[in-house]
Structures are given as structure tokens and as C-alpha cells.
């Protein structure tokens, strides 16, 4: 029996996805050393600097979401580039730690695999290393993105959510990339490890109103903490709070329990307890530790593949920092 040609057609038809293109085993047969040097050197990163793990979580997902997971925030400005995203101004507290432990890994996969190994799915295998290594999911990362031709600072404006943006907003910055509100309650436990800088939590906890120095939805004896921990803060802008005051380096759900005990640190995180939209993954994840790591894992794959570049969209660059040929688009 032959099939009809409209088989055939549908089949053409099908929509063939940028993501569809990566796999698991894509550095198998060119790079087969890949996934021990990136554990490897992962591994002594974050033993020597336990901040590593936070700065490399949040690098990649700001990365994903200014067009795709490209490394175009590892770009490096000069004066042929112009501002790059990592000199837009959300960028400025993006700590060095993520951006060197890439480098470090890129400059030893070089040696043994040169030309092969994009920047795009260093950081894509790095964050998620790290993730499982200070506790959180092992979740699959699938590879062949290309890195980015591009990398401008103007384009990450209305990309980056911050703390002072209202849950409608954040909401739909997220739908805009595909993601869900149970994505972004999932993903927001990534604020279970790392810092913020006094800067962005600030407003909750000096002059709140007229008639509280602090926001009444923080725990008092917490904002009196912060109060004490941010009183230089102008003068020192470096000082910063733990995003997770329980277990500040432990990837789990306590993140989800500290904003049911007015613990959250950031207006933006004790709002996914307080908006109805989100309250209810809240208290899941509050309670179920499991949940928030399956879900969590999805989530992370869903954004690690979201308008990915591959083919000739891209290139694999030699250092990550920098386009392989001089480029002034
Ligand atoms: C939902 C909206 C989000 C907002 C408004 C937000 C905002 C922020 C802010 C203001 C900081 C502190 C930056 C600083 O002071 O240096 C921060 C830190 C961090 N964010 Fe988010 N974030 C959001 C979602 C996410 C997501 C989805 C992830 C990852 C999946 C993430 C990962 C991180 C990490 C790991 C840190 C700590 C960085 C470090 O210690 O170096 N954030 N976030
Ligand atoms: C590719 O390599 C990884 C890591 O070494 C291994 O787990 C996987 O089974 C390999 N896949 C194939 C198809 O060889
Ligand atoms: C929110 O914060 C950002 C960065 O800190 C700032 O540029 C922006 O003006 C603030 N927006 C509002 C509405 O306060
Ligand atoms: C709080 O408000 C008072 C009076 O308006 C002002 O003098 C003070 O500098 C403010 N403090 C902070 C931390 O913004
Ligand atoms: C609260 O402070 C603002 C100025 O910051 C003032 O305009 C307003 O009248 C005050 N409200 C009350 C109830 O005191
Ligand atoms: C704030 O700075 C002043 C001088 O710069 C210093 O004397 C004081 O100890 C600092 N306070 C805190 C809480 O760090
Ligand atoms: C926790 O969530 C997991 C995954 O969804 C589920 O299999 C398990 O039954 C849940 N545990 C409890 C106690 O509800
Ligand atoms: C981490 C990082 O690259 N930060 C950069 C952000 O932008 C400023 C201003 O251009 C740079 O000085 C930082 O190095």
C-alpha cells in the first residue's frame, strides 16, 4: 500500500522547531571529554568561591531572556561593539564570578576541543552543574545552540523583570517569553541561593510610609536587620542581603517557606505570596520540596531552549567574550 502524497506534505509541513535541532549527545563524537572538564572545573570554582553558583544561575537566565539562550551577555563592550548587554543597567550587579567560571571552562575546553564548543551551551551546562551541586535538581540540558552575532544594551530594557515592577507586569514579561505563572513562581526559587544589593530592597525597609519606617509585610525582626545590615548602604553600595536568610546556600524550598513568615527579601518575592495569581504555587512549593524541583527542572529546560540559535544564526565563538570577527551591527 503506497501512501497518499498528502502524507508527504503534512509531514514537510510539520514545524521544525529551533529546539527540536539540539540534543543531549550533540559533543558525543566531537568533544567527548565536555561534561567531566565542565564538572571539573565547575566543581573547583565553587568550592574556592561559593558565590559562584548564584552568579552563574542568574548570568544564564538573563541570558536566555534577551533573545534566547546566546551568550550574548558574556560580550564584553569596546568601542567597536558599543554598550553591550552586559553594560545595560541591570547588568551592573551582575557579579564576575559567573562570568569567570565560563571562561574558565571555555579556556579549557579550547585546549582539547578547539572551535567546537559554543559559549551559549557552556553556560547552559554550567548553571545547571551548579545547581545540583549546592542541592537543587539535575535536569537535562540539551546542546548545539550557536552564540550570539549580536549583544546591544538597549535591547535588554523591558526583558528584565525588577523588584519595583508590579506582578501583572512581571507576569506578562514572562508570557511574552512563553513562560507560565507557574514557570515564574518555579523559577523564582532560584532566589533560595545568592544576594541582592541593598539598592533593589531598600524602599521596604527605610521611609516605607507615613506610617511605617518598613513594609508591615516583613517579619519586624527581619526588618530590623536589614535596617542595621543597609544602614551605610549609599555611601557602600556593595553591602548585600541574603536572598534566602534560612539557608542562604542551600538550593531547596525554604525560599517558598520564608515568604509565608514575611522573610522574602525583594517586593517582587513576597508579591508571589500576596497576588492570588500565585499565592497557590507558593504554598505548594512551601510544602512540597519535591514539586518545586520537578517543576522547577521543567521550567529551566523550557527556558534553556526558548529562541536558541543554531545553524547559521550563530557561531561558536573562541572567546566568550568576544564575536569572532569584528562586528558593528
Ligand atoms: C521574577 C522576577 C525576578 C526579579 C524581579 C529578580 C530580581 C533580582 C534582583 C534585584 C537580584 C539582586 C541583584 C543584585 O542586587 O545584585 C536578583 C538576584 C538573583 N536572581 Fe533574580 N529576579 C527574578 C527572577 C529570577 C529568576 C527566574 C532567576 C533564575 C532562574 C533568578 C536568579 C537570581 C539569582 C541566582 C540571584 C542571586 C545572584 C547572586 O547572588 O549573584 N532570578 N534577582
Ligand atoms: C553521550 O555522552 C554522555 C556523557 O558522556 C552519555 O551519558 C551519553 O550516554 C552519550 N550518548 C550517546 C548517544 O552516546
Ligand atoms: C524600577 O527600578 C529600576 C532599576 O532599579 C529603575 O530604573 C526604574 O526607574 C524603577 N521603576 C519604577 C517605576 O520605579
Ligand atoms: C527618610 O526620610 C527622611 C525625611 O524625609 C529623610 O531625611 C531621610 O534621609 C530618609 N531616609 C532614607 C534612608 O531615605
Ligand atoms: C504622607 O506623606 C506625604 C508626603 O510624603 C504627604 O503628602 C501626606 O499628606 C502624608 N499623609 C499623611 C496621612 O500623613
Ligand atoms: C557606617 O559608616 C560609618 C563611617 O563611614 C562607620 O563609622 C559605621 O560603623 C558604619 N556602620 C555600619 C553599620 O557599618
Ligand atoms: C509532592 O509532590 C510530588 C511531585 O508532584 C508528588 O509525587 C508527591 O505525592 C507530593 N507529596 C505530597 C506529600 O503531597
Ligand atoms: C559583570 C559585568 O560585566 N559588569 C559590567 C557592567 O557594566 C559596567 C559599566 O560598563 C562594567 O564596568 C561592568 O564590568
Known sequence: MAFPYYYIFLFL????????????????????????????????????????????????????????????????????????????????????????????????????????????????????????????????????????????????????????????????????????????????GAHTIGFSHCDQFANRIFNFSNKSQYDPSLYPKFAQELQKLCANYTKDPTIAAFNDVMTPGKFDNMYYINLQRGLGLLASDQALLSDPRTKNYVDLYAANQTAFFNDFARSMEKVSVYQIKTGRKGEVRHKCDTFNTLNTN
Request: aromatic share 4%.
Open 13 to 188: 509541513l510539520l514545524p521544525s522547531t529551533s529546539e527540536s535541532k539540539l540534543t543531549l549527545d550533540y559533543y558525543n563524537k566531537t568533544c567527548p571529554g565536555l561534561s567531566q572538564i565542565i564538572t571539573q572545573v565547575v566543581t573547583e570554582k565553587q568550592i574556592t568561591t561559593p558565590t559562584t553558583a548564584a552568579a552563574a544561575l542568574r548570568l544564564f537566565f538573563h541570558d536566555c531572556m534577551v533573545g534566547g539562550c546566546d551568550a550574548s551577555i558574556l560580550i564584553s563592550s569596546n568601542s567597536f561593539t558599543g554598550e553591550t548587554e552586559r553594560d545595560a543597567d541591570i547588568n551592573l550587579s551582575l557579579p564576575g564570578d559567573g562570568l569567570d567560571v565560563v571562561t574558565r571552562i571555555k579556556t579549557a575546553v579550547e585546549l582539547e576541543c578547539p572551535g567546537i564548543v559554543s559559549c551559549a551551551d557552556i553556560l547552559a551546562v554550567a548553571a545547571r552543574d551548579l545547581v545540583t551541586m549546592v542541592g537543587g535538581p539535575y535536569y537535562n540540558v540539551r546542546l548545539g545552540r550557536k552564540d550570539s552575532l549580536t549583544s546591544k544594551a538597549s535591547e535588554v530594557e523591558g526583558h528584565i523583570a525588577t523588584p519595583n515592577m508590579s506582578m501583572t507586569q512581571i507576569i506578562s514579561m514572562f508570557e511574552s517569553r512563553s513562560l507560565s505563572i507557574q514557570d515564574l513562581v518555579a523559577l523564582s
